[in-house]
T-cell receptor
């Protein structure tokens, strides 16, 4: 069964550094999403992306965050200057249209030191 | 913002027992989704419910979409050790003019532990 893949599985970064989290959504999907989950808490929406632009973003997704689909297969989340509170699991998800359930990757654990 | 409240927060059961958990909201949802998350993995979709009153099964799992559209429950029959994990309900934020799966709002999860 097709799946969403994310790399790396774990990223350790110094505070203030830039990180890029990578995702390969399911190949025929058109809608892409990033969520995060702070340890022990619920999954929170960050941003949705369709037709090469952001369709919606949450309050968490401030100017330090950006997303990009640099080619036909990858979908990336960049955090420009990481903070300690950015430490979390980051999940990428995709769906084939806006009316179908989202399928999630296994996440990247981001640890900010 | 929209909140989904799940109960119970955690359950400790013996293998073979049936399990029931539910999710409520102060807002109406047009779709309810149930996901399971195991350690080190992302949420995996278990069941999707599309209309009020709908009852849907997936193996030993059964979920229902409440008729008020503000609640849903998930039942697991004859639990087994591999049922261990966190179960999340989730629903999409409805955009004006129709239902879309844009932003998913998640409940805080029910942690299920199954003792052999």
């Amino acid at each position: 069964e097709p799946e969403v893949t994310q790399t790396p599985s774990h990223q350790v970064t110094q505070m203030g550094q830039e990180v890029i989290l990578r995702c390969v959504p399911i190949s025929n999907h058109l809608y892409f999403y990033w969520y995060r989950q702070i340890l022990g808490q619920k999954v929170e929406f960050l941003v949705s992306f369709y037709n090469n632009e952001i369709s919606e973003k949450s309050e968490i997704f401030d100017d330090q965050f950006s997303v990009e689909r640099p080619d036909g297969s990858n979908f990336t989340l960049k955090i420009r200057s990481t903070k300690l509170e950015d430490s979390a699991m980051y999940f990428c998800a995709s769906s084939d249209d806006g009316f179908q359930p989202q399928h999630f990757g296994d996440g990247t654990r981001l640890s900010i030191l | 913002g929209q909140q989904l409240n799940q109960s119970p927060q955690s359950m400790f059961i013996q293998e073979g027992e049936d399990v029931s958990m539910n999710c409520t909201s102060s807002s109406i949802f047009n779709t309810w989704l149930w996901y399971k998350q195991e350690p080190g993995e992302g949420p995996v979709l278990l069941i999707a419910l599309y209309k009020a009153g709908e009852l849907t099964s997936n193996g030993r799992l059964t979920a229902q979409f409440g008729i008020t559209r503000k609640d849903s429950f998930l039942n697991i029959s004859a639990s087994i050790p591999s049922d261990v994990g966190i179960y999340f309900c989730a629903g999409p934020l409805n955009n004006a003019g129709g239902t879309s799966y844009g932003k998913l709002t998640f409940g805080q999860g029910t942690i299920l532990t199954v003792h052999p």
